[in-house]
């Protein structure tokens, strides 16, 4: 081994069977344990992590040994966020066929910029585009980008509507920039994610120029208190408030913008899914009268990371916003994937969407989604007869808990954490510290909802 060269070498492990034996050998005893074990890694893997702390090697080492060295000492040190007690942030698991469609397309190394770099992904985009816009119900000519996550579906769902908004009033963004122009006005609620606040940064809107409307007790805006809108303003809801979980009156306040000649963007990272599901559209009423819409395939829809889509009703506007040129550029006959993104160069994120929407079809978002809610519901009802207090009204998948005071709710869920038998994070709601819990993988059973319960109420015992 050590007198080929390094070409020698990559051209013959590239194709070596064993090795392609070792990662399936790692990866399946992974999933093995996955679903049974603590979710929080142990004190001793996290220690173990020194063991990565080399100096940058003289010589190139065996393939063989850097898989052991990430099976031995990576993968303790992982988060089970594919099993089902892992209830901390918005986090999906895995439909394994989203994992296994990653997994043979990765060694295909797509760049789905282009038609002519990627056909597949540029045919699968075009395709995921109108189930998308089925499932939904959105306007036929929506357009889909396949970006990041919501993050940067909110950016560019902004984007779009800020060329759309000021291109109306005789201004083109792109060429004349932000000096000078005419002033967006934002209206958005009180409750808004901050990365909608992120987004609105970037795109120099100017975060002190929002308009913000009060919210209810379950954080959503109150549709008697948005201000008068016109075709100024950009007005930004969210199907699924990261706390709480509620939803926004979608109907009234589209009907409202979309007389007035504003843009609406919906926030639905998480949300949005509960369109696709019987019990739950109603939620949702009304959200197809918005402009733009964000959500991520990450979260519900238990896509391998990362994985986010920006709708948008105007798509001229998003294309327009998001263009760019080049005299190397070869347009394709179809569709060009980059034309919707920010970015030129992409991971083909689409073939594991594509897979995980073909594999569960309509019935199964319908039951893989509705499932999160009645786990919630479930963990709603045995905490509260445990003696817990819940905040919320448990509209989707998050629940919101809390005991006798802030003191023994933050030393609880610090002892929940520490149990690592699930793992939740904290926030802090209407005034009250809070922990925080969100079913998002479809892997969350009834017993892992019980046997978390079980650690809930043996942290509070022991505050
Ligand atoms: C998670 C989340 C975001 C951000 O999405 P990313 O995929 O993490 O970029 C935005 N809004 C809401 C309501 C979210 O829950």
């Excluded at 990559?10 to 034996?21: N, R, S, V």
């Excluded at 990362?306 to 080049?326: F, N, T, Y």
Aim: net charge neutral; proline share 3%; hydrophobic share 40%.
């Amino acid at each position: 081994m050590e007198s080929k060269t390094i070409h020698e070498k990559m051209f013959q492990e590239i194709k070596d069977p064993a090795l392609f034996k070792q990662i399936q050998q790692y990866a399946s005893e992974y999933i093995e344990q996955a679903f049974e074990r603590n979710v929080y890694p142990e004190q001793s893997a996290l220690a173990n992590l020194k063991s990565f702390e080399e100096v940058f090697p003289e010589q190139s080492s065996h393939i063989s040994t850097i898989l052991k060295q990430l099976n031995e000492y990576g993968a303790p040190a992982t988060v089970s966020e594919i099993g089902g007690r892992y209830f901390g942030f918005v986090v999906g698991g895995i439909v394994p066929a989203g994992l296994f469609a990653r997994i043979l397309t990765d060694c295909w190394d797509q760049n789905s910029a282009m038609q002519v770099l990627s056909p597949v992904s540029a045919k699968l985009e075009m395709v995921v585009e109108k189930w998308l816009q089925q499932l939904f119900h959105l306007p036929e000519q929506t357009a889909a980008g396949f970006v990041s996550g919501t993050s940067a579906a909110t950016f560019s769902g902004l984007a779009a509507a800020r060329y759309h908004l000021l291109k109306k009033l005789g201004w083109d963004i792109n060429e004349l920039g932000l000096y000078q122009a005419p002033q967006i006005r934002i209206v958005t609620g009180k409750e808004a994610h901050s990365t909608v606040l992120k987004a609105i940064g970037l795109l120099g809107l100017g975060k002190n120029h929002i308009e913000w409307v009060d919210t209810d007790d379950q954080g959503r805006i109150i549709p008697e208190k948005i201000p008068p809108l016109d075709n100024k303003t950009l007005v930004i809801l969210q199907a699924g408030n990261v706390n709480s979980g509620s939803f926004d009156p979608f109907e009234r306040i589209c009907d409202q913008a979309n007389a007035a000649g504003a843009w609406v963007h919906i926030d639905g990272a998480f949300g949005l899914w509960a369109a696709a599901v019987d019990d739950l559209k109603h939620l949702t009423k009304g959200m197809e009268k918005a402009n733009s819409w964000s959500v991520d395939g990450h979260k519900t829809l238990n896509t391998p990371y990362d994985s986010g889509i920006i709708l948008c009703k105007e798509r001229e506007a998003l294309v327009s916003a998001l263009h760019m040129s080049g005299s190397y550029i070869v347009l394709g006959e179809e569709r060009d994937p980059m034309f919707y993104t920010p970015e030129m160069s992409r991971r083909a994120r689409i073939f594991e969407i594509w897979a995980t929407m073909k594999f569960l079809g309509k019935a199964g978002i319908n039951e893989m989604v509705g499932t999160l809610h009645k786990r919630a519901l479930q963990f709603a009802k045995e905490l509260t007869s445990h003696g817990f207090q819940i905040l919320n009204k448990v509209y989707f998948n998050q629940v919101l808990v809390c005991c006798e005071n802030d003191n023994i709710t933050k030393a609880t869920l610090e002892n929940i954490q520490q149990q690592r038998v699930c793992w939740c994070g904290g926030a802090h709601w209407h005034g009250k510290a809070v922990i925080r819990i969100s079913v998002c993988s479809w892997a969350t059973t009834t017993k892992d909802v019980s046997k978390s319960v079980q650690s809930f109420i043996q942290a509070r015992k022991s505050v």
